[in-house]
């Protein structure tokens, strides 16, 4: 047990603690802000996307090749084509789990021709080799690019689909309003990220650990999108008929080492702008230790929640429904109620 332990505490040392997963139980096989000072325009940045692009690559080589949280989550984003009865010709898939969204669509949403983006030349390029060994499904292109500052020409695109990589994104209402004008008109937004729950346990273990062994607290943890922005950043964007709903799934690790693993396979370790590199070897066994005092389960392992925000839009266009001009009613409340009578409740 103290081995393990130890084991656990030594691979929290190389995490920079960051979030991630349906109040389904899976098992496992196996966050401070700052300004850019120097030619971003008075910016915020708080992720580093250089770093970022460095985990990317990374999980090139140390990806799953079928992750049940990934999974999970590309199929409840892509049954959403199924909901819709048109066909989107032309998609664009951008980084995070797009691998998952390309092995999972089986000809889901009509697409022809398949764009998929990353900011990693190497998850590029094993994006392609895959692409090579099986030679099936749509047409698809291959583009290295950041989110960020999006490589698509206006107008062009019938989907967008972004499966866990937005909010990495230093400005995320930025990065959506670009995929809006990547659209076409009645072109649809398909995007999943994490939410502010995500990784609870981790962080409240982290947090007694500080406080415990240093006296203080510092970031750890990437900041994440809470469920009540998620409308906001929709209508901001300029997307019409918002939609947002969430999932929460709670994986089983057998050690901290094993969440650490998964995080780091996924690319998902923390990229804050201004982090703390240095965790002190007796915090991380404190939080090792805390974590399966507070959350172990009976047979030894440990839950992590991951709490997953969907969301939906698309790029205007008139044959959409459209509210009613103000003012434009023909009939008052006050005479339907005479029309019906009063309410006697």
Request: overall charge neutral; glycine content about 10%.
């Amino acid at each position: 047990m103290a081995s393990s332990v130890t084991a656990a505490a030594r691979r929290l040392l190389l995490l920079r603690c960051s979030p991630l997963l349906p109040r389904r139980l899976l098992s496992s096989s196996s966050a401070a802000d700052g300004l850019d000072d120097g030619g971003g325009g008075g910016r915020t940045k708080i992720f580093d996307r250089d770093l970022k692009r460095r985990h990317r690559d990374r999980a090139a080589w140390a990806m799953r090749e079928a992750d049940g949280f990934v999974d999970a989550v590309a199929e409840n984003l892509l049954d959403r084509l199924e909901d819709c009865r048109k066909a989107f010709p032309s998609a664009l898939c951008l980084g995070g789990s797009a691998g998952a969204v390309r092995r999972l669509l089986r000809g889901r949403g009509g697409i022809e021709k398949l764009i998929m983006m990353d900011m990693s030349a190497d998850m590029v390029r094993k994006w392609r080799g895959s692409e090579n060994a099986t030679d099936d499904g749509p047409e698809t292109h291959f583009v290295v690019g950041d989110e960020e500052f999006l490589p698509i020409k206006e107008s062009s695109q019938d989907l967008i689909i972004s499966c866990l990589g937005l909010h990495w994104t230093n400005d995320l209402p930025g990065a959506m309003i670009q995929c809006r004008l990547a659209l076409k008109p009645d072109g649809l937004f398909l995007a999943a990220i994490l939410g502010g729950e995500t990784l609870k346990e981790l962080r409240i273990a982290c947090t007694i650990a500080q406080m415990e062994r240093e006296g203080g607290i510092s970031p750890r943890m990437s900041p994440l999108a809470q469920v009540r922005d998620a409308g906001n950043l929709l209508t901001r964007a300029g997307f019409t008929l918002p939609g947002v709903d969430v999932d929460q799934y709670t994986v089983k690790y057998n050690s901290a080492l094993e969440l650490v693993e998964h995080l780091r396979a996924m690319g998902e370790t923390n990229a804050l702008f201004h982090r703390n590199p240095v965790l002190k070897r007796d915090t991380a066994l404190a939080t090792a230790a805390i974590y399966q005092s507070m959350f172990g389960l009976e047979d030894g392992s440990i839950p992590a929640t991951f709490q997953v925000i969907y969301m939906t839009g698309w790029r205007e266009h008139p044959s959409q429904q459209q509210a009613k001009r103000r003012g434009s009613a023909t009939i008052s409340f006050s005479d339907i109620q005479k029309q019906f009578g009063p309410n006697e409740n």
